[in-house]
């Protein structure tokens, strides 16, 4: 997906660094991503999720909270109000972008900073929000942390270690995660929730989701992460949880009224990547794209694909059609379809037809399925292959006319 570097300015004066992942075609809505306690945009969690949902056709953007990463301020003095604030700032740019309302997205400390933050940002901004391996009581996170914490609260500078990383954390950051009551910020929210979670992570356990669980209300739905660890470490379980998220976004995010629908034909727009571009019929919407040999992001068939696949589905229906008619034992069809942009034949006539233009063609080879067709039919389903209208179309007197739309 392609990657837009962002910069978000917070009410505390500092900034924040973030990746929006975009569709290669048009936006259908807008997600925000918050990382886990200590990590970054960077985590396979977060990389994953926030491209899953680009993939869908929702720009989800990653950033980094105050003191990590790329983001500035002091991580130590911050605390979860502080994360809190982050997400309401991160998700304005958002809205401001792309209208809302926006889907809410966070891991472990992340999923109860989206959970706190929800009604700060105004739940009319708000679509949904989906949380994984969120703790249930915000101060859980404090077990994670090796240090002399009394010290801490008594005022006392004593540094810490989290996850094997030093930090300085102030009585503040302490006070701020002891005083937060998230499952009554659950139980006041009225917005459709999700809750991924392992029921083998060992550093956030499976009774907090059901917690949080029991405390929202509906609609509301539990997602089991069997064999997941709690930081998603595995590729395939951060795609596992990417997917279930993603799929069940699209209930609340659903296709603007605003998006190209044609009566007839179909409707083609640009989207964000360099070759990325959006495709609607009356009834279905793709895209079509480059690979990355030519520069492109390759999420979608490229141009000559498509029209290679045009004659073979045409084929394939026209051949089935007859058959099915003629009641004839037809079990299947295979075409191949191949383009060729320097096609030269020795034929006159052929030669007169393209004099002074390049010769093109397409190899069409055919595989009949059917082992009680006899000869006959089978020579027979070959001509008909010839006659299926989009052949015909390649075939005829095509003209392409262009006209610049008012």
């Known amino acids: 997906m392609p990657t837009e570097t962002l910069s978000i300015a917070t009410q505390a004066g500092h900034k924040l660094e973030g990746s929006l992942e975009l569709p290669t075609g048009l936006v259908r809505g807008a997600a925000l991503f918050a990382h886990c306690f200590t990590c970054t945009r960077q985590s396979k969690a977060a990389v994953a999720v926030a491209r899953a949902l680009a993939a869908e056709g929702i720009a989800t953007l990653r950033f980094d909270f105050t003191g990590l990463g790329g983001s500035e301020g002091e991580f130590g003095r911050a605390g979860f109000a502080t994360d809190v604030a982050d997400l309401v700032d991160a998700a304005n740019v958002l809205v401001e972008r792309f209208g809302g309302p926006i889907l ?16 700060d940002l105004g739940l009319e901004h708000v679509a949904a929000i989906a949380t994984i391996g969120t703790p249930s009581d915000v101060s859980h996170v404090l077990h994670t942390i090796n240090g002399d914490l009394d010290s801490i609260r008594a005022g006392k500078d004593a540094p810490v270690k989290i996850g094997g990383r030093e930090f300085h954390l102030s009585s503040e950051f302490i006070e701020k995660v002891e005083n937060t009551d998230l499952l009554a910020e659950v139980a006041r929210l009225r ?12 550093i956030v356990g499976i009774e907090h989701a059901g917690a949080l669980f029991q405390a929202a ?28 998220i993603a799929s069940w976004a699209h209930r609340y995010l659903p296709l603007r009224d605003d998006w190209p629908m044609p009566k007839e034909g179909v409707v083609v727009k640009t989207g964000h990547g360099k070759f990325g571009t959006e495709v609607h019929t009356k009834a279905h919407r793709f895209i079509a794209d480059e690979p990355r040999s030519y520069g492109g992001d390759d999420s979608g068939p490229t141009p000559y694909d ?10 394939a229906m026209t051949m089935k ?44 080879r055919i595989t009949i399925s059917g082992k009680a067709l006899d000869e006959e039919q089978r020579a027979r389903l070959i001509e008909i292959a010839d006659k299926c209208p989009v052949h015909r179309t390649l075939e005829g007197e095509l003209h392409v006319h262009t006209e610049e739309a008012e």
């Not at 472990?108 to 929800?118: F, N, R």
């Open 104 to 119: 809410l997205v966070g891991h472990s400390l992340g999923g109860a900073a989206v959970l706190a933050a929800a009604d």
């Open 191 to 202: 917005k459709p929730l999700l809750f991924l979670h392992s029921p083998t992570d060992q």
């Open 217 to 244: 209300k509906h609609p509301k739905s539990f997602v089991s992460l069997e064999g997941a660890d709690h930081l998603l470490v595995k590729e395939d379980d951060a795609r596992f949880a990417a997917s279930i």
């Open 306 to 315: 498509l029209l290679n696949a045009a004659l073979g589905t045409c084929t």
């Open 321 to 364: 059609m007859y058959a099915d008619r003629k009641q004839w034992p037809l079990e299947g069809v295979t075409v191949e379809v191949t383009h060729e942009r320097n096609h030269t034949e020795e034929c006159d006539h052929v030669a007169a037809m393209v004099e002074g233009k390049q010769m093109q063609a397409l190899h069409r």
